[in-house]
């Protein structure tokens, strides 16, 4: 597995500003990818942000409201821009550790709430 | 049709009961199926991979039918700390193995 850390673990923001939330990898992982958990629903994959190329997004996201870096093997962040309410969710990254068969491991999450 | 189905629950069982839990999934072309934990207020955790051959981890026993695309979650003999919500995962090829969670089977198991 992999030990993974996100900052902040919570933050409360107003509407229109932006969030930048960072993710750290204990070991070099090519595959890193964010997710958004809204409440009480699931995980739905925001995109993929894999090192040396830019982030692939899922739909129903665009790069302008989630901008993604990966400068290096063992971290990325994630900033959520112009939030607004319906942006309140936890955040969470994840990475696919080398040699297993697809499985990902999750960081700790960022819970963010939108007045 | 959601690409990954899990009857939400909850599921009220008592100490030491048996409790499975069932995942049907869409794409018959999925490759890769996990079983995740998430406790409240924390990130899911993987349990266990499951494979056609179906695998066993101590109390927890994982089966998969690629024909009826069903997945299954067995644990036996419940503890208090099995309550959690049970997230079914599979993978979809878009180019990588996207994973694709199903919304979560709680489970309570009360003294």
């Known amino acids: 597995s992999a030990v993974i850390s996100q900052k902040p673990s919570r933050d409360i923001c107003q509407r229109g500003t932006s969030l930048t939330i960072q993710c750290q990898v204990d070991s070099q992982v090519t595959m890193m990818f964010w997710y958004r958990q809204q409440p009480g629903q699931s995980l739905t994959l925001i995109a993929t942000a894999n090192q040396g190329s830019e982030a692939t997004y899922e739909s129903g996201f665009v790069i302008d409201k989630f901008p993604i870096s990966r400068p290096n093997l063992t971290f990325s962040t994630l900033t959520v821009s112009n939030m607004s309410p319906e942006d309140s969710s936890i955040y969470l990254c994840?990475?696919?550790?080398?040699?297993?068969?697809?499985?990902?491991?999750f960081g700790p999450g960022t819970r963010l709430t939108v007045l | 049709r959601k690409e990954v189905e899990q009857d939400p629950g909850p599921f009220n069982v008592p100490e030491g009961a048996t409790v499975a839990f069932n995942c049907t999934y869409s794409n018959s072309a999925s490759q890769s199926f996990f079983w995740y934990r998430q406790d409240c207020r924390k990130e899911p955790k993987l349990l266990m991979s499951v494979y056609s051959s179906g695998n066993e981890d101590g109390r927890f026993t994982a089966q998969l039918n690629r024909a009826s695309q069903y997945i299954s979650l067995l644990i036996r003999d419940s503890k208090l700390s099995d309550s959690a919500t049970y997230l079914c995962v599979v993978t979809v090829n878009t180019g990588f193995q996207k994973l694709v969670f199903g919304t979560g089977t709680r489970l309570l198991v009360s003294p």
């Open positions: 994840s990475v696919e550790v080398a040699d297993t068969y697809n499985e990902q491991f």
